[in-house]
């Protein structure tokens, strides 16, 4: 009893921690989410050029989502017209790239953490785009259109058909400080929260039960720590095969990834298990439904690929320019509730928090919740979360 009081008094501490940074990002990607329509994101993506990418990543950037949900509205956008190789780079930026993803590394590993991982994360989009440039051919490209256009449901299908986004017209800020702006980034901003939920609490349950429970004698042998050219070239290779594992993954990885750091695991490691998040079984499953099974296989390896190469960027990179922490200082939250800064912006970002949830479910949110897992449009069984769904009183 006392080893898994010891494991779940970690993970409180780590949730804690981090509490105030989800709550910031996620208000952030809200409020871009309420003024940017769907509809236009999809007629920025028609095709692979550089200026499209960037577009993409920047678009993906802002509409910061579950793993699971980017998976599901990459797809979507992929039926809609945009090209695939644009889509799959907005589905890389919306859980890699994204404001609580840099906030929560900066606060549990370090800003150089943070860093890389803006970093490493334009560059594996870059990476990605060369391998699919190279090696994705014609017939492979009709086979998942023809797959994705049979719309079998994945996960959080509902939720990303919804468009909650403003309607008027009018300036960015006239949109953004009307009544229908707040009920928009209300809406966005609990439904982020319930669909990436339940990550976020398997994430903190498993870096809390590995921290406690799982010896660094362990992870220092499995990651060949005390070996310094083997544990960089090791690093990046096996961390995405850990987060495949893991079935962790957008932020709730985070905490693992500070467990992996502490137990040795190579710096370019640690930013290749974070990456990894779109390669966890359950979502090569869903990749599988969305665009059959060769598609799934494609996008393993090129991902992987991508993954390991920008590692190993960012590993020898940081190394050169004197950026990597010691991991000697790593450490795993553990003091709980005390008074200090973190409490006091806890207090601040529960009240924000409190403030749109209340608008939230005064305006139909309910409804909007229970249609989070809905078939997609046009998809067999399609359930009623169409664009603006669920939208209720202004």
Request: glycine share 10%.
């Amino acid at each position: 009893m006392s080893a898994i009081l010891h494991a779940l008094s970690l993970a409180g501490s780590m949730t804690w921690e981090i509490t105030w940074a989800l709550i910031l990002g996620f208000a952030l990607s809200a409020i871009v989410q309420a003024v940017v329509r769907k509809s236009t994101v999809t007629g920025l993506l028609g095709d692979d050029r550089p200026r499209t990418l960037a577009m993409a990543a920047a678009l993906g950037a802002a509409s910061s989502s579950c793993s699971y949900a980017a998976v599901a509205l990459a797809r979507s956008l992929f039926r809609k017209g945009a090209h695939f190789t644009a889509a799959m780079a907005f589905e890389i930026a919306s859980t890699n790239l994204v404001v609580e993803l840099g906030v929560i590394l900066a606060l549990l590993m370090g800003w150089q953490f943070t860093a890389a991982e803006f970093t490493g994360g334009p560059l594996m989009i870059v990476l990605l785009a060369v391998l699919f440039r190279l090696f994705l051919r014609d017939p492979l490209l009709r086979q998942a259109r023809e797959q994705a256009e049979r719309g079998l449901a994945g996960a959080m299908e509902g939720h990303a058909a919804m468009d909650m986004s403003v309607r008027r017209e009018g300036s960015f800020a006239r949109r953004l400080f009307s009544a229908e702006g707040y009920t928009s980034a209300s809406h966005v901003f609990v439904m982020e929260w319930a669909a990436i939920l339940k990550d976020l609490v398997i994430g903190l349950l498993i870096a809390g039960a590995i921290a406690a429970w799982v010896p660094d004698s362990f992870w220092r042998a499995f990651f060949f720590d005390g070996h310094p050219l083997a544990a960089k070239l090791w690093g990046p290779l096996i961390g995405p095969l850990v987060a495949i594992a893991s079935f962790v993954c957008s932020v709730g990885n985070v905490p693992l990834a500070v467990v992996l750091w502490k137990g040795g695991i190579s710096f370019g490691g640690v930013v290749a298990f974070l990456f990894s998040d779109l390669l966890i079984l359950p979502i090569l499953h869903i990749y599988r439904k969305y665009y059959g099974i060769r598609t799934a296989l494609f996008l393993l390896v090129t991902f992987y690929a991508a993954i390991v190469v920008a590692g190993y960027a960012v590993e020898f990179a940081f190394g050169a320019l004197g950026l990597i922490p010691s991991q000697a200082s790593a450490t795993i939250p553990m003091s709980g509730v005390s008074w200090n800064y973190t409490t006091w912006l806890n207090i601040v970002f529960l009240l924000l928090a409190a403030a749109l949830v209340h608008r939230f479910l005064r305006t139909g949110g309910r409804t909007m919740l229970r249609m989070m897992g809905g078939a997609p449009p046009g998809g067999p069984g399609t359930s009623t979360a169409q664009d603006g769904a669920g939208r209720g009183p202004r």
